[in-house]
């Protein structure tokens, strides 16, 4: 199990960005380094979707309908996972979590992503 910190999100007009982090504090670099990561979202009275993966290769694979507007990225060194989403819309607001992909059991608290259109 890999304890992760989610945060960046907030309040974004419709067509802006926001940068969401995935912190690993309690992990030794070599086994965050071993692991492929995701980011997922869930919005209210909706499951929790896979938005995007990276490999330990740091290989991106998105969901096609983000494919256009998010990037992930990991900083091994930093033992942190980002998604970087730009002209963001209002289907977009959700509570994002990343957790090691596949999913571990437990989830972090994630962060919230609202769009005022």
């Known amino acids: 199990q890999v304890y992760l910190v989610e945060s960046g999100g907030g309040l974004v007009q419709a067509g802006g960005s926001l940068r969401l982090a995935c912190k690993a504090p309690r992990s030794i670099t070599s086994v965050f380094n071993s692991k492929s990561f995701a980011w997922y979202r869930q919005a209210p009275g909706k499951q929790r979707d896979l938005v995007a993966t990276?490999?330990?290769?740091?290989?991106?694979n998105y969901v096609d309908s983000m494919k256009d507007r998010f990037t992930i990225s990991r900083d091994n060194a930093r033992k942190t996972v980002y998604l970087q989403m730009t002209n963001l819309k209002p289907e977009d607001a959700a509570v994002y979590y990343c957790n090691s992909y596949p999913a571990q059991q437990n989830w972090g608290q994630g962060t919230q992503v609202t769009v005022s259109s």
């Open positions: 990276i490999s330990t290769d740091r290989t991106p």
